[in-house]
Antibody
Framework: QVQLVQSGAEVKKPGASVKVSCKAS????????IHWVRQAPGQGLEWMGV????????WYPQRFQGRVTMTRDTSTSTVYMELTSLRSEDTATYYC???????????????WGLGTMVTVPS | DIQMTQSPSAMSASVGDRVTITCRAS??????LAWFQQKPGEVPKRLIY???SLQSGVPSRFRGSGSGTEFTLTISSLQPEDSATYYC?????????FGQGTKVEIK
């Protein structure tokens, strides 16, 4: 079935980096964009950016530019999200979710990964 | 950036009540608007896409409406399992933005 399988929980020191993976299965990997959304404990959802697995193009919001990098490996249908210079405020659950890659499809985030908890102790 | 303002931020209603949640965008998002339900400890689940299209498998008591800058999620008859936080998302333009969430509790 269609699923996005994420890597396991991480605990990182302030200033370190974390790389979270999201492996797609059950559908054509290059036909869907992958977005990353995070949620701090008890807080709302925050969009972190998107990667097009077909060509590797990315778009990040300004607040994450310079700290986040999204990459993909088409041979394993896996997308990676790396966040650097971690601080305690980055403690959150990080989700990947897909969007069909078509200009007017209007069909976003139908399938989500289970999330990866990243903890950065203060 | 487009700001999404959800109201109310929290509410309490009885089983069988009609519940309405509103999401206002700071500028038009066409109908690139989705609604998600998230229960504690669970992954967000899409309920509505394209402002008014019901996700397959979602009960018909959930209805999305609106266009332009104002959108509404209506639960026609609240059920105990609808206790959750609801989020809107605009995906008309980058950066995508979520509403701050509406927590719905059952009285």
């Amino acid at each position: 079935q269609v699923q996005l399988v994420q890597s396991g929980a991480e605990v990182k020191k302030p200033g370190a980096s974390v790389k979270v993976s999201c492996k797609a299965s059950g559908y054509s990997f290059t036909n869907y964009l992958i977005h990353w959304v995070r949620q701090a404990p008890g807080q709302g959802l925050e969009w972190m950016g998107v990667i097009n697995p077909s060509g590797g193009s990315t778009w990040y919001p300004q607040r994450f530019q310079g700290r986040v990098t999204m990459t993909r490996d088409t041979s394993t249908s896996t997308v990676y999200m790396e966040l650097t210079s971690l601080r305690s405020e980055d403690t959150a659950t990080y989700y990947c979710a897909r969007e069909v890659e078509a200009p007017t499809a209007n069909d976003a985030l139908d399938i989500w990964g289970l999330g990866t908890m990243v903890t950065v102790p203060s | 950036d487009i700001q999404m303002t959800q109201s109310p931020s929290a509410m309490s209603a009885s089983v069988g009540d009609r519940v309405t949640i509103t999401c206002r965008a700071s500028q038009g998002v066409n109908n690139y608007l989705a609604w998600f339900q998230q229960k504690p400890g669970e992954v967000p689940k899409r309920l509505i896409y394209a402002a008014s299209s019901l996700q397959s498998g979602v009960p018909s008591r959930f209805r999305g409406s609106g266009s332009g800058t104002e959108f509404t999620l209506t639960i026609s008859s609240l059920q105990p399992e609808d206790s959750a936080t609801y989020y809107c998302l605009q995906h008309n333009s980058y950066p995508w933005t979520f509403g701050q969430g509406t927590k719905v509790e059952i009285k």
